[in-house]
């Protein structure tokens, strides 16, 4: 009988997992903001049954599919830590990347939402695990920020703004879920230091060099807050004011500007960055229905139908260049 060892992994097998491992080490965070997209995409059909009549089945299977790639995500996102804290901590420090952390506390913070009508009490947790983590990661960046010594303004790009300004997501849910006080407090936040934010953006993109093509999808970015910022002050008033409209038709006009650059963002090469486009189109989809309430004119009903079919477009567009990029291993690279 031969008693001999087992016969070691192939060589193939033993470059398989090795490869699966170093490409583990460069799951990138910024990776979810796909989560953010698609529970974008759910909120906007969500609204849209409130608001046009759309079958409630589209919203209930988008938010099951962006449920599911949340805990798939960050599985992996917490086995990279695990297993490689030192990639971890390159990201932290890095100029850029560091404003992708959020991402993972804003998902929390749209997928409580999702369940909000649904599931109060799942909600509710997941609210305010989203609403501690996020201000836990505005404290940490904001820090970084006061006491830098490698940050330049050739870092600055609008995924800045997801760290703070990030906070106005926060009312959304919140003024049903806890004090009202507690949700001015984070709007309050987000409101001040997105003009604070938005001032530096635009300086550094008026007058130095423009953003490298990996970033370029993020000028989207800049929709978001007044979206959301529409959003959050409506729950949190209840009515449409001067200042509402102030917040909406900057959405607006932004959205505008980046419309007559479209050829341009269309002659971008595919990166994660790519869905940056995503979710502050979301934003706007869901003020424009939010608005369509609010005010007896076709415009607004119509601008939402078209803009909900943009969007879906364009997140079915990003699945499916995500999905090719995976199977041609380009995503989980060194940048």
Known sequence: MNTANPIPPTPVIASRR???????????IAIFSTVMGMAGLTLAWQKAHMVLGAPSMIGAA????????????????????LRYPQAVGVEMRHPIRINF?????????????TYLESAPV???????????????FTLAIFGSWLHHTHYDIKHTNPAWFIPVVGNIIIPVAGVRLASPELSWFFFSIGLVFWIVL?????????????????????LFILLAPPSVGFIAYINLTGELDAFARILYYSA??????????????????FFISAWAYSFPLAALTLATL??????????????????????????????????????????????
Do not use: D
């Open 252 to 269: 607006l006009f932004l959205a505008l500007v980046l419309g007559s650059n479209a050829v341009r963002f269309l002659r971008l090469p």
């Open 101 to 113: 952390f959020p991402t993972v506390s804003i998902s929390l913070l749209l997928l409580a939402i």
């Open 290 to 335: 939010i608005m369509s309430t609010y005010l007896s004119i076709p415009l607004f009903n119509l601008l939402g139908i078209g803009l909900l079919a943009l969007l879906s477009l364009v997140v079915s567009i990003l699945v499916f260049r995500t999905m090719i990029a995976i199977q041609r291993r380009e995503i989980c690279v060194p940048e």
């Open 198 to 218: 938005l001032t530096i953006v635009l300086y550094r993109l008026f007058f130095h060099e423009p953003l490298p093509v990996r970033l370029a999808p993020t």
């Open 62 to 81: 988008l938010r099951g599919a962006v449920s599911t790639l949340f805990v798939i995500l960050l599985a992996c996102y917490s086995i990279k830590i």
């Open 122 to 136: 799942a909600a509710f947790w997941l609210w305010s695990a989203g609403a501690l983590l996020h201000l836990g």
């Open 18 to 28: 090795e490869t699966t491992c170093h490409r583990l080490e460069h799951f990138p």
